[in-house]
């Protein structure tokens, strides 16, 4: 610049002799003979590191809370807007919490400020353990906090994201406080609002997540509520399935299912796919889509799971002692069972337990599993594969399935999703994608079942095309293990029933 133009000027941070860092500001001018070249540089420092320190302190006094250290209300707005125009451009959700102490104030007046000050700064700590780091947790006043959440793929999931974090909260500050050997106890009461569901602006989303914290004042404290009314039901719902569901074990209140599998030529039994079912005290049978999704973002998948594959295992055993002629139990597994560290030592406990043939288990992934983290996925493939087990890929087609992927992973069988089934064989867009896995998969050398089969149409046409075996309401609805023992002994189906 000082070539180009004979000056220059900014900020240079250097070293003194002694080490200490100091910041200037410094003008540069250079000085040219007649032809125009440098003869001289003019160098001008002025010394600002004072003024630099005040800057900055000044800064955290305009945008920090002194007492917390936490981002203050202006910096929040801020923070917020941003968040809301790249939320605009990304076509993402965000969830506001507002939180109000509840009975702060007497705290304050009974026990002095400086108490009623420590309890704050422990209360922002335990706001700062409950978020991740790239959520903003900031003070507006007094005993008022806000958490902003983005990046929330929809407003359900912002919906969701925001009542674990709620009661995240609640529950870090019901844990006792130790303020001058005495312990206090407090709660606190939370308002949610998700934009852009319930505003478009930083004002609106402030002040409609404030009015739902009054609504949680009204309605006793110590509890979450959401801006809109209709999120509230679907909220405090999702709640109780997930804490019905933690003690849905212990009551008893899970039973497989089985939908027996046949092979396309012939329509003989070739084996059973276990499906979960839960029946609930007073909602009575909940369908596993209703379900699952909940188990899998808990991790009570994990517990869950062991049960179904403990107990899917138990039967075969138990139908292969009374001599039923059973070949195969399939067993779906979620994705987050499949990449918990201890999957592979849990299927061959449970195979020695129950004492089944491994090749006669089938453990049945989805495709959002082979596309993540490939090398744990392959290593833990070849594993079960060493051990004998089988492998068959779920919903086929509905993911993001790579030809690349399926040749390198040591998969048995595709089930060709029943999406595709459902308009067979009249749908000729579908009955060329069935065609067309049916005959990939037998080019890869791997097995295909069609599922969801409820017509004698659509057995026709995946006859005619050679789909190996078939599932589906046509042959058999999946039932208890009571009932498929009846059905095996008594009926051996065939093209004409
Ligand atoms: P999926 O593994 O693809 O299972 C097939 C689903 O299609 C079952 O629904 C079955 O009842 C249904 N189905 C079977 N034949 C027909 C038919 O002819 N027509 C129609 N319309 N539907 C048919 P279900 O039992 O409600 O299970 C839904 C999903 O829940 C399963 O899909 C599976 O992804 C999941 N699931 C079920 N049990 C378990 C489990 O134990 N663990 C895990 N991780 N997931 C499970
Ligand atoms: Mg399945
Ligand atoms: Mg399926």
Sequence with gaps: AVLKDSYWQGEVHYLRKNGEERVSWTGISATRSRTGKVQNLIII?????????????????????????????????????????????????????????????????????????????????????????????????????????SDQKSADSAANTAVKVGERILHALQQPFFIEQRELFLT???????????????TELLKNSDMAMYHAKDDGRNNVQFFDEHMNKKAVELLEIENDLRYAIERNELELYYQPQYATADCRMQGVEALLRWHHGDKGMVPPGNFIPIIEDTGLIIPIGEWVLRQACTDMAKWQKSGLAIDRIAINVSARQFKQPGFI???????????????????????????????????????????????????????????????????????????????????????????????????LGLGVI????????????????????????????????????EYVTQRTPSIES
């Design 188 to 202: 606190g009461s939370i308002g949610i609002a998700i934009f852009p569901h319930d505003g478009q602006t930083v």
């Design 345 to 443: 030592n849990l299927v061959q406990e449970v195979i020695e337990e129950t004492g089944i043939d491994p090749h006669q288990l089938e453990l049945e992934l989805t495709e959002s599993i082979l596309i993540d983290d490939l090398e744990h996925t392959l290593d833990v493939l070849n594993r079960l594969r060493a051990m004998g087990v089988r492998m068959a890929i779920d919903d086929f087609g509905t993911g993001y399935s790579s030809l690349n992927y399926l040749k390198q992973f040591p998969v048995d069988t595709l089930k060709i999703d029943q999406s595709f089934i459902r308009s067979l064989p009249h749908n000729t867009d579908d009955a060329q994608i069935t065609r067309t896995i049916i005959s990939m998969a037998h080019n």
């Design 45 to 149: 420092v002025s010394d600002i590191t004072e003024r630099k320190v005040i800057e900055r302190r000044i800064h955290k006094l305009a945008y920090f809370d002194p007492l917390t250290g936490l981002p203050n209300r202006s910096q929040m707005h801020e923070r917020l807007d941003q968040m809301v125009t790249s939320a605009r451009q990304s076509n993402t959700h965000i969830a506001v919490l507002f939180l109000d102490l509840d009975r702060f104030k007497p705290i304050n007046d009974s026990m002095g400020h400086p108490a009623g000050d420590r309890v704050l700064k422990e209360v922002a700590n335990r706001l700062q353990n409950c978020i991740k780091r790239q959520d903003l947790v900031s003070r507006m006043s007094g005993d008022e906090f806000t958490i902003a959440l």
């Design 450 to 485: 069609a599922e969801g089969v409820e017509t004698k149409e659509q057995l026709e046409f995946l006859q005619q095309t050679q789909c190996e075996e078939i599932q589906g309401f046509y042959f058999s609805k999946p039932i208890p293990a009571s009932q498929l023992i």
